[in-house]
């Protein structure tokens, strides 16, 4: 079995969190490949996010971590659907692809071709555990490394056709890497995405890295040698710099809540609050 490095591994948290959604009656998805993807890990990860996001001795102080990823997930699923029933979005690229399992659980059109790009070892664990499955899609992995100077070739040697428009989820990136490095993923990915393409991501906000109360979950990651080292509080701006008109929405609000944000969501003039964005855009 591949074994795999800090941030890699969070990838397991986020299967571990989509099979306990699974469970969930009032579940906002159905992820039938998550239980075999979690790993060994995945269920120690999530079990140290539990415990600091829900103390058994004080009122919860954190973001709700289960809550948050079941609608950043039923977001993105719905968003990727309603692009790929565009009959000109012919391309689906999740980058980095992790643990994710759309390929296989979501129905998706006969035109489109499904691009999974992550580091090998990932996508060796993945192709393990799912052994024996079969996608829904015209479905490619590239492994590549986002940081690798060629992973565009690499791409493009797969199917992948710049000129066509396309579909990006960049879910579960920008906040680990370097602002310098996130600034040039979004610059690559516009450089291949034909006018029309869609993207979208979740970032988190600069006070989200630096409150006092955000410390039980930051340094949880940190200790698992992937911290969060970048958020920004303009995330249309972030993304219209790189040619994309962009919104980003905060779970909880009308058009991501689905009825399990637990928190108000203060108005974004509001300073010195956390807060997370799902940004959406499509390619000018």
């Known amino acids: 079995m591949a074994q795999l490095n800090p941030v890699e591994r969070t990838a397991l948290l986020t299967a571990a969190l989509r099979a306990a959604e699974t469970r969930r009656e009032d579940r906002l998805y159905e992820d039938p490949y998550a239980a075999r993807l979690v790993g060994d890990a995945g269920p120690e990860l999530l079990a140290e996010v539990r415990a600091a996001t829900f103390p058994p001795d004080r009122p919860r102080t954190l973001p709700s971590t289960p809550d948050y990823n079941a609608i950043r997930t039923r977001f993105f699923d719905d968003l ?12 689906i690229v999740l980058a980095p692809a992790g643990m994710d399992s759309r390929a296989y ?5 006969a035109h489109i071709r499904y691009f999974e790009v992550d580091r090998p070892a990932v996508l060796d664990f993945k192709a393990e555990r799912l052994r024996g499955a079969r996608p829904r899609v015209d479905h490619r992995t590239v492994a590549v490394d986002l940081t690798a100077a060629d992973w565009e070739e690499r791409l493009i040697a797969s199917g992948y056709d710049p000129a066509v428009p396309s ?10 890497i370097p602002e310098a490095d996130a600034h040039r993923v979004l610059e690559r990915v516009a450089a291949i995405s034909a006018p029309g393409s869609h993207i979208a991501a979740d970032i988190v906000n600069r006070a989200a890295l630096t409150l006092p109360h955000m410390s039980g979950l930051l340094d949880v990651f940190a200790s698992w040698g992937c911290p969060w080292v970048f958020g920004t509080d303009e995330p249309e701006a972030l993304f ?3 040619g994309f008109d962009a919104r980003a929405v ?8 689905y009825g399990r944000w637990p928190d108000p969501v203060p108005p974004r003039e509001v300073r010195d609050v956390r807060r997370v964005f799902f940004v ?5």
């Open 80 to 91: 990727l659907r309603r692009a790929a029933q565009e009959p000109e979005t012919s391309q």
């Open 105 to 109: 659980r979501l129905p998706w059109p």
């Open 167 to 176: 579909a990006w989820l960049l879910e579960g990136l920008l906040y680990y």
């Open 240 to 242: 219209e710099r790189y």
């Open 250 to 257: 905060q779970p909880g609000e009308p058009d991501a809540d």
């Open 280 to 284: 959406h855009g499509r390619r000018r």
